[in-house]
């Protein structure tokens, strides 16, 4: 059980949950303190990726989901049958469950869309929720955050190795290019290369400009995180993920769902985003919740039984922008259930998406994520145990990594690591990136 929080002030200011771990040595905990001035590194002002325009726009509403695709909706398609190869592995332990990957190697995903969820009546024909897998054969573009706030007393001392670990992983595990990455570090000597509220959004609209089908898009931050009071009802706990900027005493914190609402929303169907978030109570640091299992179960939506056209009514009214036809639409619904149910309503109402989003993330969102020390540097332990699962063995499915990266970490650490998507998934299918 979780300690009774504080009172929680408002998105524009960080909020502790339960005092701060990160406080002694050994968590990317949030930090605390009176504000301090923040003076940026002196240095030239270019910018690795082009102009930069003004910040995106605060949370005035959400973009325009995309359209259901035309024609009759097929039903989603139960992943192929046992591959052939090598004999099956003897069983992986996660979380209690004792996990058996199929045989043979894990097959690259489907290249058609996959539809999921409960059949609707549209205006002029049924429809049904959907998403593409991306092939990663396109455009490949990274965005890596490492933050040790540098003299300030929260200061950790792995996250500017973490991104620069992950810079060079990329470019020789994927095929990264450099002049297709941008790495934001405390001690970079361009200001615009300085982690700070500012240049992350600048950052992050950077990735997801001009995205199209089958790019892949590799976000990882490492530094510290916390969480927030939830204002818009999507999470079960009734607290928001948010990260930390290097200038938060002054600019506040970044919150899960603008992230979502800039890097996930945007996308088009079959582009990839994989993200890394090696950061204290991340376990849905991107506000993607609905779909993901540790035991490589696939959760499907359950609306029709839950709610059934009043689902498509509310995500019609999201499409539009309006959030007031979003609740107006699940009230029903909303008066006889849970807290717990109505988060899970609106998450699934509002946060699925047609692209091919995953998140992997290092702890809980109850859970500190450890800043140490492995082969004689500072390290976050998420960003270290996922490069060396992946080291060890390329050829992993998502289901095998997430295991991988656990058994990494278990004899060390106690935080789990978890994964999410915008989408019921296949984990056994291969992880690209």
Same mark, same amino acid.
């Given at each position: 059980? !979780?300690?009774?929080?504080?009172?929680?002030?408002?998105?524009?200011?960080?909020?502790?949950?339960?005092?701060?771990? /990160?406080?002694?040595?050994?968590?990317?905990?949030?930090?605390? /303190?009176?504000?301090?001035?923040?003076?940026?590194?002196?240095?030239?002002?270019?910018?690795?990726?082009?102009?930069?325009?003004?910040?995106?726009?605060?949370?005035?509403?959400?973009?325009?989901?995309?359209?259901?695709?035309?024609?009759?909706?097929?039903?989603?398609?139960?992943?192929?049958?046992?591959?052939?190869?090598?004999?099956?592995?003897?069983? $992986?332990?996660?979380?209690?469950?004792?996990?058996?990957?199929?045989?043979?190697?894990?097959?690259?995903?489907?290249?058609?869309?996959?539809?999921?969820?409960?059949?609707?009546?549209?205006?002029?024909?049924?429809?049904?929720?959907?998403?593409?897998?991306?092939?990663?054969? /396109?455009?490949?573009?990274?965005?890596?955050?490492?933050?040790?706030?540098?003299?300030?007393?929260?200061?950790?001392?792995?996250?500017?190795?973490?991104?620069?670990?992950?810079?060079?992983?990329?470019?020789?595990?994927?095929?990264?290019?450099?002049?297709?990455? @941008?790495?934001?570090?405390?001690?970079?000597?361009?200001?615009?290369? @300085?982690?700070?509220?500012?240049?992350?959004?600048?950052?992050?609209?950077?990735?997801?400009?001009?995205? !199209?089908?089958?790019?892949?898009?590799?976000?990882?931050?490492?530094?510290?995180?916390? $969480?927030?009071?939830?204002?818009?009802?999507?999470?079960?706990?009734?607290?928001?993920?948010?990260?930390?900027?290097?200038?938060?005493? @002054?600019?506040?914190?970044?919150?899960?769902?603008?992230?979502?609402?800039?890097?996930?929303?945007?996308?088009?169907?079959?582009?990839?985003?994989?993200? +890394?978030?090696?950061?204290?109570?991340?376990?849905?640091?991107?506000?993607?919740?609905?779909?993901?299992?540790?035991?490589?179960?696939?959760?499907?939506?359950?609306?029709?039984?839950?709610?059934?056209?009043?689902?498509?009514?509310?995500?019609?009214?999201?499409?539009?922008?309006?959030?007031?036809?979003?609740?107006? #639409? @699940?009230?029903?619904? +909303?008066?006889?259930?849970?807290?717990?149910?109505?988060?899970?309503?609106?998450?699934?109402?509002?946060?699925?998406?047609?692209?091919?989003?995953?998140?992997? #993330?290092?702890?809980?969102?109850?859970?500190?994520?450890?800043?140490?020390?492995?082969?004689?540097?500072?390290?976050?332990?998420?960003?270290?145990?996922?490069?060396?699962?992946?080291?060890?063995?390329? $050829?992993?499915?998502?289901?095998?990594?997430?295991?991988?990266?656990?058994?990494?970490?278990?004899?060390?650490?106690?935080?789990?690591? $978890?994964?999410?998507?915008?989408?019921?998934?296949?984990?056994?299918?291969?992880?690209?990136?």
């Amino acid at each position: 059980m !979780h300690a009774a929080p504080p009172s929680i002030p408002s998105h524009g200011s960080p909020a502790p949950r339960g005092g701060y771990p /990160g406080q002694f040595a050994g968590n990317h905990a949030p930090p605390q /303190g009176p504000p301090t001035p923040y003076v940026p590194p002196p240095g030239p002002s270019s910018s690795p990726y082009g102009a930069l325009p003004g910040p995106p726009p605060g949370r005035q509403g959400p973009p325009s989901q995309y359209p259901p695709p035309p024609g009759p909706p097929r039903n989603y398609p139960p992943p192929p049958g046992p591959p052939r190869g090598y004999g099956a592995p003897p069983p $992986q332990m996660s979380s209690g469950y004792a996990y058996t990957p199929p045989n043979g190697p894990p097959q690259r995903p489907p290249q058609q869309q996959q539809f999921y969820g409960p059949q609707m009546q549209g205006s002029n024909q049924m429809q049904q929720s959907f998403f593409q897998y991306s092939q990663c054969n /396109g455009k490949k573009k990274a965005l890596c955050i490492g933050i040790n706030y540098i003299g300030q007393k929260e200061e950790l001392r792995g996250c500017i190795n973490d991104a620069n670990n992950m810079k060079r992983f990329l470019g020789t595990q994927f095929g990264y290019k450099e002049e297709d990455m @941008v790495i934001l570090t405390d001690d970079a000597r361009d200001p615009r290369q @300085v982690p700070t509220r500012q240049n992350i959004l600048r950052a992050m609209e950077w990735l997801v400009r001009d995205a !199209h089908p089958h790019d892949s898009l590799f976000f990882h931050y490492s530094g510290h995180g916390g $969480q927030t009071e939830d204002l818009d009802g999507d999470e079960e706990d009734g607290y928001d993920e948010v990260i930390y900027p290097v200038d938060f005493k @002054v600019n506040g914190h970044i919150v899960d769902d603008l992230m979502h609402d800039i890097m996930v929303k945007r996308l088009p169907a079959g582009c990839r985003l994989t993200a +890394i978030f090696d950061s204290c109570h991340s376990g849905t640091a991107l506000g993607m919740d609905g779909f993901y299992s540790t035991e490589g179960k696939i959760k499907e939506p359950n609306l029709a039984a839950e709610a059934g056209q009043s689902f498509m009514s509310a995500a019609t009214s999201y499409a539009r922008g309006d959030m007031g036809g979003v609740f107006s #639409s @699940v009230t029903g619904f +909303i008066k006889t259930a849970s807290h717990g149910h109505k988060a899970e309503a609106i998450s699934r109402t509002t946060k699925t998406s047609p692209a091919d989003c995953i998140s992997w #993330s290092g702890c809980k969102d109850s859970q500190t994520s450890a800043d140490t020390e492995e082969a004689g540097r500072a390290t976050g332990a998420m960003s270290y145990a996922f490069i060396k699962a992946l080291r060890e063995n390329p $050829q992993q499915s998502y289901q095998q990594l997430l295991n991988s990266i656990r058994d990494n970490l278990r004899a060390k650490y106690s935080q789990k690591p $978890q994964l999410s998507s915008s989408h019921p998934m296949d984990t056994n299918l291969l992880f690209i990136a």
